[in-house]
């Protein structure tokens, strides 16, 4: 928990306000949330304040644009291919 607080402190510190710091800290180590808590933007903006920004940058776009999938083109994860018994 050492580990995930000094993390939190190392990213928000001087991006959010100091005295929300620890509050905000103690909220998302407190074991409240589990690892696949979908954080929404209103979420986070309540929780954080106005150091929450929503905008993503072209730069993100650009890089994106770099990986297109072909559409209409579906890929399964997983195919199951029987094996007939002998």
């Not at 402190?9 to 409240?32: M, P, Q, R, T």
């Amino acid at each position: 928990m050492e580990q995930m607080r000094a993390l939190l402190k190392n990213i928000l510190e001087g991006k959010c306000g100091g005295e929300k710091l620890e509050a905000i800290i103690d909220e998302f180590v407190s074991g409240k949330y589990t690892h696949d808590h979908p954080f929404m933007a209103e979420q986070a903006r309540s929780l954080l304040g106005d150091c929450v920004e929503t905008a993503v940058p072209e730069e993100v776009y650009a890089l994106m644009d770099l990986y297109r999938m072909e559409a209409g083109r579906s890929r399964p994860g997983v195919e199951y291919v029987p094996l007939m018994k002998h």
